[in-house]
């Protein structure tokens, strides 16, 4: 293992993921032998979740990863090439002319979509889905920034978030990882997420890291606990729960998350361990499937993992690991099991009905003997209701009649 130095306590106050981060403290080693001690730290947890195997399958090519967070760093050597900057829905939070880190935003995309670097890309971060690209979306702050509290108590940054979302949506992303959190949930971003499931996109969130609170189980933490959501707990050695990671109903899989290895801004190498790191790593396992089955639908999906899951609970789920820890490549043969077993399963409303909105069910056939014969019998049918209920009519006035007619007969007592 590298030798690490400490460099911040935590990434972001609304980020569920990194509660340790250390970076590369290492001045004498060259760069290129940095990169090469980086993978090689960073692959046993790529084993752990079968993803080198995966890779024979599938590499992620032809996905769009949209990763809202604190924006990606688009010339790290383990990026460069695979990042689309998007907008910054926390402009005005820091002072004029600061220029943001990008800190855990390029962590967790490198988990993702890093393609290595260095001679033959033998060295660096290596993500899930090398293939796969980036759509970075800038919604929240690194936590040592300065405009981080004016972010968090200004109403102006309340629907960063859910417009992330939709932008994300709106531009092709097929998976959309959001390695953040909070205890309060907003109607802004619940609608959000339906409008990216709805629109066929697969939305991965961490669950959280308050788990060493003391409670038996934690609060619910959003968007990870929004029905459609993947929420994703992070686990040790021998699919284990983190002591800091989640326990609530909401935990849907998990993943690795303790001393992760990922690539940091200036050519940094970080070191961290949350559910952030656990969530990318589901991510980018999505990102695989949506490669080789890009039909699939999200609810599908999200069944292909959790039916191959390893280290699954005696019990089948737990609320501390889900269904237990992904697997790269029983996940993939899973969801190719759902595609063969139907066909067409997760088809948008565009892929039916074309770009824009659905026209009139056109009728291709018309049997008129049919329509005559049938508004015959309807017609019969109403005239024989009224008749009878004309003869039941005359029938309570005679009745009233007779009785009207009859003698008063008094008795005494």
């Not at 991965?204 to 707990?233: D, M, W």
Request: positive net charge.
């Amino acid at each position: 293992m590298l030798n690490w130095a400490i460099r911040l306590a935590a990434a972001c106050i609304l980020t569920a993921g990194l509660p340790a981060v250390s970076v590369l403290g290492s001045t004498a080693a060259s760069a290129q032998g940095i990169g090469q001690q980086a993978r090689a730290d960073e692959m046993p947890e790529l084993r752990k979740i079968d993803v080198p195997a995966a890779w024979r399958v599938t590499k992620g090519a032809g996905v769009t990863v949209a990763v809202l967070d604190t924006g990606v760093d688009p010339t790290v050597p383990d990026l460069t090439g695979s990042v689309t900057t998007g907008p910054d829905y926390t402009l005005g939070a820091d002072p004029p002319g600061y220029q943001p880190p990008h800190l855990h935003g390029t962590y967790i995309a490198s988990l993702i979509a890093g393609h290595g670097s260095g001679p033959g890309r033998s060295g660096g971060v290596i993500g899930v889905a090398p293939d796969a690209r980036i759509l970075s979306v800038r919604v929240i702050l690194d936590d040592q920034e300065p405009g981080l509290n004016i972010y968090n108590e200004n109403t102006k940054y309340a629907d960063a978030i859910p417009d992330g979302i939709r932008y994300a949506v709106s531009h092709g992303a097929q998976v959309i990882n959001m390695s953040l959190g909070s205890t309060t949930p907003t109607r802004a971003t619940l609608l959000a997420i339906g409008y990216a499931i709805s629109r066929n996109v697969v939305v991965v969130a961490s669950a959280g890291n308050e788990g060493t609170s003391g409670r038996r189980f934690t609060p619910y933490s959003y968007p990870a606990s929004f029905t459609g959501v993947i929420s994703v707990a992070a686990v040790g050695g021998a699919g284990r729960r983190a002591s800091f990671s989640d326990r609530n109903a909401a935990v849907v899989i998990s993943a690795p998350g303790v001393n992760v290895v990922g690539a940091g801004p200036g050519g940094e190498y970080l070191i961290a361990s949350g559910t952030s790191p656990a969530a990318a790593f589901v991510s980018g396992v999505v990102a695989l499937i949506r490669s080789k089955y890009p039909q699939l639908a999200p609810a599908l999906v999200t069944q292909a993992l959790v039916s191959s899951a390893r280290h699954r609970p005696p019990a089948g789920y737990n609320p501390g690991i889900g269904f237990g820890e992904v697997d790269a490549v029983a996940a993939l043969s899973a969801a190719g099991r759902l595609a063969a077993q139907r066909p067409g399963a997760g088809l948008s409303a565009s892929a039916h009905f074309g770009a824009g909105p659905p026209g009139p069910i056109q009728v291709v056939h018309r049997s008129y003997r049919k329509i005559v014969t049938l508004g015959v019998v309807a017609g019969v049918a109403a005239l024989g209701f009224l008749l009878a209920l004309a003869l039941l009519v005359m029938q309570v006035l005679r009745g009233r009649t007779r009785r009207a007619a009859e003698p008063v007969t008094e008795t005494s007592g």
